[in-house]
């Protein structure tokens, strides 16, 4: 029986790899004319961002420490992480991130076990930075004030959905919760998520972005989460990439009638 030769496994290799990784060139080719061809600031919705104005030098605080001094006649702080001055639907407000030693329902330090929390438990209060008055998290209508005042001559709300959790695909994805989702007709059919525990604009999703999203998933190959640039699969298709380009130049020199002269010159010559 006759053996086949190297150039034919290396053809066969060629055409079959060629094939498989065909429409992922071409996902990967369409991706990169997208990212190329758009604003990257209109894709992130800066251009639907209203522009944000200050605090007059005539503001009247109280110190940041009334807010923490609460804080602690409440048993509640150990460390204190930051504390920012941000604007919540037009109030001035302290936001307090902060370390607390959480007790459990029986009303006992926590061991980190069973429904206690861990002694290191990051918290956040909010308080009014004009009189040192506690905050609740945004209900509905403060966190459409927020959202109406972030974006650029915004449109009838079509919709307001309070999040506790999302998905790996989900637009909003590794931002605090909970969070208020406040979706406009106009512009863009955008969507502004506002954390209601923060009080603060955290994001603004609209369909140039979605588009976005999209393409990187396929350009990324991660299909579990979209943002992971070093999963297997993209490596293996990467490697699987380069065989088949390798391939593609063996097949050409070895074809090309410069060789083939040389091979039957060398037979005759045998």
């Keep these: 029986m006759k053996l086949k030769s190297n150039h034919y496994y290396i053809r066969k290799s060629h055409r079959y790899l ?52 609460k804080l602690k006649a409440s048993g509640g702080l150990d460390s204190v992480m930051s504390v920012q001055l941000v604007e919540i639907a037009g109030v ?3 936001q307090v991130l902060y370390f607390s030693g959480a007790m459990d329902h029986a009303g006992h330090e926590a061991s980190g076990h069973g429904n206690g929390h861990t002694s290191s438990n990051l918290k956040v209060q909010l308080a009014n930075a004009e009189s ?11 966190a459409i004030l927020v959202a109406k005042g972030h974006v650029t001559n915004p449109q ?17 994805r590794g931002k605090p919760l909970p969070a208020w989702a406040i979706t406009f007709s106009q512009p863009g059919n955008s969507t502004v998520y506002v954390a209601a525990e923060l009080g603060t604009f955290q994001s603004i999703r609209h369909n140039q972005w979605r588009v976005f999203d999209f393409l990187w998933m396929l350009h990324t190959m991660d299909y579990a989460g979209r943002d992971n ?3 297997v699969l993209l490596k293996a298709f990467s490697i699987f990439g380069l065989f088949t ?7 050409y020199f070895v074809s090309s009638p410069s060789v083939r002269k040389v091979k039957r010159g060398t037979l005759k010559a045998n």
């Design 18 to 69: 060629g094939l498989l990784l065909g429409v992922q060139f071409f996902l990967w080719t369409l991706g990169g004319l997208y990212f190329s061809w758009n604003d990257l600031d209109k894709v992130h919705g800066d251009h639907l961002r209203a522009e944000r104005g200050h605090f007059p030098a005539s503001i009247n605080l109280v110190s940041p420490q009334v807010v923490l001094d």
């Design 92 to 94: 001035p407000a302290y």
């Design 132 to 142: 040192g008055e506690f905050l609740q998290p945004l209900t509905k209508e403060e």
């Design 156 to 172: 009838q709300v079509e919709g307001v959905e309070y999040l506790t959790e999302v998905g790996s695909h989900h637009e909003y």
């Design 229 to 231: 640039f070093g999963n």
């Design 245 to 251: 380009v390798v391939s593609g130049f063996v097949l």
